[in-house]
């Protein structure tokens, strides 16, 4: 029963629900990932991107449908078990700790398998944390705790990575920042499932777009189709 | 003086430790309007919202309301005073009823709450105007069952008729379609519609055929500051106001 | 000018003797909020258990020397280990089933845990001490010019300053110290990045009461080892955290010992205070700085944090009456002291009913108004002469007299805070009456009068004296019924169930508390002084913590937020201790289970569980929050 390797996509998502209390927030999701791909969910507020990321870690109360990893199924796994099997995520909004320094939170999440980069070259390619890594999350910038949050995850051995938003409210010589750094993560051969609202940011990594609406994937775009869709993408996310 | 603000601010600013999470932010709502603040996550949307419905206090600013300094107010009071809000998550009183979630609402004008001597029965008269609120909501046939019990919707629908039992003139509604069904939220922009009949509704939403339906006039907000503001027809065509939503910085 | 109080400032050697207890008490202090704080970071676990566990260290140290021949120092090593990993039993089949539920059931369910160590340890040994001989290489005294300071002391001192901030660097400076930091900040997250969170909570319980069970270790040789050292020492260790701000490592260490100083300086100024100086710390403080003093600011008072009940407010018409029947030939039937004393503490219950089940408000120090009341009506009837029905309005008085005060410090914090600020009042309370003039200390006021109310009811008649207090008790429970259905009622479940709702719909929430607690204050009042009627005596178990736990169980083990569910808990409680009185201790062991068992399987009691099973039924293809949660957890559980 087991899928080939190789053929089958890293992480494949089928019929997705979840429910915050009363809410119907994911209406069945399918979606795959295959190793080395970029993928990014696009959406507008509210579609359910940050909760489908949040069920594929394991930390939605209520959640049904099927979550298959690496060919085994981690859906109702408790979720450091989810992080533990290869799966880095950065939560929308950071998820910096304020009472640990960076230094502290850089080493955090624990080292699990070969690190996708160095501490050093985390370092090199984030000079200002290097410079704060005795400060507390809680006096970082914005762009500055960004990169602590993606820095952390590569030195875990996590080689699939779920970023939530990442230039999300930052300014533009940081959102340049990261891009470079998520593009030389994908020369590495890092897979990343990206949310963003920033469609002119992802559409110069991804390969794949997949577009939400009210809980359901209503498209998927390949990204050498996004100038001639562009129309449509607007349509899907503009005001 | 040409105009008529039931709502201004002057320089709102907010910010969290190092953090600024509302900047200089000078609002004008007209009275008689629905005016609705957009913008992308984290554009300090909520933050702004939590400043005006005195949930803390601005690091800096002032907040006039209807000709009232509410700047340094208590949220009880400015709600006495006629400025109602709604949740984002359904704020209803869970285990009472329907019927007892509005006439509580109704009650908190009044000093009378105070009066544990008295019976539950004075509160009688206050049914009339209970049935009314529950008509315009569309949930007289729901009223003796728990609060609890309603379906999503339903419960926006009720926290929406205890808000307007204040009267308030003016109302500040946060993400009023969130997690709503497609249906759900056709019957409560009907009902916000008609709400704004007779007083001014100052919305946070994301939905924005909702906004663009609905509203009046738009502020749009990015990264804590006033982007642009006009109709939807306005913002909605400015390059900035598309670049904010979609992104338009261009990596290496 | 100060002869009347007899205030003395006493100085050289007699000062620092105080002092020095000071100190010592206050490492204890420290060990023990220490491991408090340490705990509630982490699980939100307010752990009641704790002075119980420090017990069982210093009798797990004092049973290794006298059967195994084990000593002191070989058991400063073992006694935490052992007392640590019981404690992780504890933690996996209980404790854990509480962390997805409001902060107030774990405070519960450690309550109970509380009753059963300290009842099998009364039933084992009794209320008396075991001595526990120092280690031989620490006895004697050691001259420092200008005192003479015991070993022994001198060592607790540097051990538990050595121990606090061992403890203090291994959370501050070490790799798994920043995974606990980072885990109380967001558990979710901190798991979601590969952190074994639910191991790190265990093992964080099993640190904390290590900790405590080191206390007791240290602790043996100074004081006596008897069951009840826990007891006495947690309420203000419980006063110490609040000072301290909850969850405040550094906060729990320097407040320890600086109040343990405060402590030792006020015995050596003037003694009687001593004991109440840590509360009336306390209450300044929260009127100053409700956070406490190295807690941050809590901002905006978030939705309450509250057991839920049902506030229910009907009424079967057929069962009261058929139950106002049976109460008039119940004397002919049932032993009548035993139904007055019933219907004395169905009327406390239905105050705390009213506090707890209406209000939301988990007052912890509920005895403080029962107690109170019973206090000044004995006093008015026997010393003022007061007639019975003027003794009863001094006894209300008082009782809504308390509640203003005690009401206007504890709404400034919320949920298992006012729970603990609640109980520390009392305690206060309690130290109060044990020192006081008036009290008769340990003997209470006794053989208080009858006489005759309104001047022609001769109460000294059995049946006569059960008519009057049922009487009483259904004016009291007319009150009760009127109170929650009346528009402030009302007003007052809303608040309980959405607190930021009725902000925003105008309510000045903090008003309706207090008028809650007054209210309260009078219904437990009335109950305390016809209490001191039926039994002519008014005694230190009535302001007691004990008394507070009891009726914090009748109310949730009738039904909390049901009308009538608290009497039934309030008879069944009575009749409990009446009937197996021979059984002694094993009565607060059974108490404890109960308290567990409601706790984890019926969170609404008997009769709201009742009416759960029936108005819920039909949901039942719906969502069922509670369950459903317990489930999940149990399936997090098995994969670990």
Avoid at chain 1, 41 to 64: E, V
Avoid at chain 3, 55 to 63: D, N, P
Wanted: with cysteine; charged share 15%; aromatic share 10%.
């Amino acid at each position: 029963m087991q899928p080939e390797a190789g053929t089958a996509p890293m992480l494949c998502v089928r019929d997705l629900e979840a429910w915050y209390d009363e809410s119907y927030v994911l209406q069945g999701i399918d979606l795959d990932v295959r190793e080395g791909e970029v993928v990014t969910l696009l959406g507008r507020n509210g579609a359910g991107k940050s909760t489908t990321l949040k069920s594929i870690m394991g930390m939605m109360d209520r959640c049904a449908g099927t979550i298959t990893f690496k060919g085994s199924d981690i859906r109702g796994a408790a979720s450091h078990r989810i992080a533990l099997a290869g799966i880095g995520y950065c939560p929308e909004e950071r998820g910096i700790f304020s009472s640990l320094t960076v230094a502290e939170n850089m080493i955090l999440p624990p080292r699990f398998g070969d690190p996708a980069l160095s501490l050093e070259r985390i370092y090199e390619l984030f000079p200002n944390l290097l410079a704060r890594r005795a400060s507390f999350g809680s006096k970082l910038s914005g762009g500055e705790q960004q990169m602590l949050a993606i820095g952390r995850l590569l030195r875990t051995g996590a080689r699939f990575l779920l970023l939530d938003e990442p230039t999300e409210g930052l300014a533009p010589v940081i959102v340049e920042q990261i891009g470079r750094v998520i593009l030389e993560l994908k020369r590495a051969g890092l897979t990343i499932l990206l949310v963003e609202q920033n469609f002119v940011f992802v559409s110069q990594m991804a390969d794949r777009h997949y577009v939400m609406e009210d809980g359901k994937i209503v498209d998927v775009i390949a990204n050498d189709r996004v100038q001639a869709e562009e129309g449509k993408i607007r349509k899907y996310l503009g005001v | 003086m040409s105009e008529d603000n039931i709502l201004t601010t002057e320089g709102l600013t907010k910010s969290f430790g190092g953090f600024v999470a509302v900047r200089n932010v000078d609002l004008r709502v007209r009275r008689g309007t629905i005016h609705a603040v957009i913008g992308p996550n984290g554009a300090g949307k909520t933050s702004l919202f939590n400043l005006l419905t005195k949930t803390y206090p601005p690091t800096s600013g002032r907040i006039v309301f209807d000709g009232r300094d509410i700047t340094a107010m208590k949220p009880y009071d400015v709600a006495r005073i006629g400025l109602v809000r709604s949740f984002q998550i359904s704020a209803i009183f869970p285990r009472l009823t329907v019927r007892e979630n509005v006439r509580v609402a109704l009650q908190g004008k009044t000093d009378e709450s105070y009066a544990f001597w008295r019976s539950g029965k004075t509160l009688r008269r206050l049914d009339a105007r209970v049935d009314e609120l529950l008509a315009v909501v569309d949930l007289t046939g729901f009223a003796d069952s728990p609060a609890v019990q309603l379906p999503y919707g339903r419960k926006r629908a009720l926290e929406i008729a205890t808000t307007i039992a204040l009267e308030p003139t003016l109302l500040l509604l946060d993400e009023p379609m969130a997690g709503l069904s497609r249906q759900d939220i056709a019957r409560i922009a009907q009902l916000i519609r008609q709400l704004a009949a007779d007083r001014t509704i100052l919305m946070v939403e994301h939905n924005l055929s909702v906004v663009s339906d609905l509203s009046d006039r738009i502020t749009v907000l990015s990264r804590g500051e006033v982007l642009a503001e006009g109709t939807y027809q306005e913002v909605s065509t400015m390059p900035r106001v598309q670049e904010a939503y979609i992104g338009g910085v261009h990596a290496a | 000018m100060f002869e009347w109080i007899d205030v003395s400032i006493p100085t050289g050697a007699a000062l620092y003797s105080q002092l020095l207890i000071g100190l010592i008490n206050g490492a204890f202090y420290a060990l023990l909020s220490l491991g408090l704080a340490i705990i509630f970071g982490l699980l939100g676990v307010i752990n009641f258990a704790h002075g119980a566990q420090y017990m069982v260290g210093a009798f797990c140290a004092w049973a290794l020397l006298h059967y195994a021949g084990i000593g002191y120092w070989p058991a400063l090593l073992l006694v935490p280990l052992i007392v640590g990993g019981l404690s992780i039993i504890i933690e996996r089949t209980l404790i854990r089933h509480t962390y997805k539920l409001d902060h107030a059931y774990s405070l519960l369910l450690t309550f109970g845990l509380l009753l059963i160590i300290e009842g099998v340890f009364r039933q084992a040994f009794g209320t008396f001490g075991q001595p526990y001989a120092m280690p031989s290489s620490l006895t004697g005294a050691t001259n420092m010019g200008f005192m003479y300071l015991p070993n022994y002391r001198g060592w607790v001192l540097v051990a538990s300053l050595t121990i606090c901030l061992v403890t203090w660097y291994a959370i501050e400076r070490t790799q798994l110290g920043s995974q606990m930091r980072a885990a109380t900040e967001n558990a979710k997250l901190t798991q979601a990045l590969g952190v074994n969170v639910p191991v790190l909570m265990m093992l964080t319980y099993a640190g904390g009461v290590g900790l405590a069970a080191l206390a007791g270790v240290m602790a043996a040789p100074i004081y006596q080892v008897s069951p009840m050292m826990g007891a006495e020492i947690i309420i203000v260790v419980f006063a110490v955290v609040v000072i301290g701000g909850m969850g405040s490592i550094m906060g729990s260490i320097v407040s320890g010992f600086a109040l343990g100083l405060i402590e030792g300086l006020t015995k050596a100024i003037y003694p009687p205070a001593s004991s109440l100086i840590i509360f009336v710390a306390m209450a300044i403080i929260l009127l100053i700085r409700p956070a406490g003093l190295f807690g941050r600011s809590q901002g905006v008072p978030a939705a309450v944090s509250v057991v839920r009940g049902g506030a229910d407010t009907s009424i079967n018409p057929w069962l009261s009456t058929a139950l106002l029947f049976l109460a008039i030939v119940a004397p002919f039937f049932f032993y009548p002291v035993f139904l007055m004393k019933a219907l004395c503490f169905a009327l406390f219950a239905c105050s705390f009913n009213l506090v707890l089940g209406y209000g939301g408000l988990l007052s912890f120090g509920h005895t403080a108004f029962f107690g109170g009341s019973a206090y000044v009506a004995a006093h008015a009837m026997k010393v003022w002469g007061f007639p019975p029905e003027l003794g009863i309005l001094a006894g209300v008085a008082t009782g809504a007299t308390l509640g203003v005060i005690i009401g206007s410090i504890a709404i400034r914090r919320q949920g298992i805070y006012l729970a603990m600020v609640t109980m520390a009042l009392a305690q206060m309370l309690y130290f109060v009456a044990v020192q006081a003039p008036f009290t008769g200390g340990e003997d209470g006021i006794q053989s208080v009068p009858r006489g005759m109310l309104f001047g022609f009811i001769d109460l000294n008649d059995r049946l006569t004296l059960y008519y009057v207090v049922l009487a009483i008790f259904l004016i009291g429970f007319a009150a009760f019924v009127r109170i929650i259905t009346s528009p402030y009622g009302h007003a007052l479940k809303a608040i309980r169930e959405n607190e930021a709702r009725a902000v925003s719909l105008g309510f000045r929430t903090n008003s309706f508390k207090l008028i809650c607690f007054v209210l309260a204050g009078a219904l437990a009042g009335l109950g305390g002084s016809t209490k001191v009627i039926v039994f002519g005596i008014a005694s230190l178990t009535d302001v007691h913590f004990a008394m507070s736990g009891e009726v914090i169980l009748m109310v949730l083990l009738g039904g909390l937020g049901t009308v009538l569910g608290p009497i039934f808990g309030a008879f069944a409680i009575i009749a409990m201790e009446s009937y197996l009185q021979a059984y002694g201790a094993w009565i607060k062991v059974i108490q404890g289970v109960i308290f567990i068992v409601i706790v984890l399987v019926f969170r609404q009691g008997i009769v709201g569980e009742f009416d759960r099973i029936a108005g819920w039924g039909r949901r039942l293809m719906g969502r069922s929050p509670s369950k459903g949660v317990q489930a999940r957890d149990a399936s997090a559980g098995a994969h670990n």
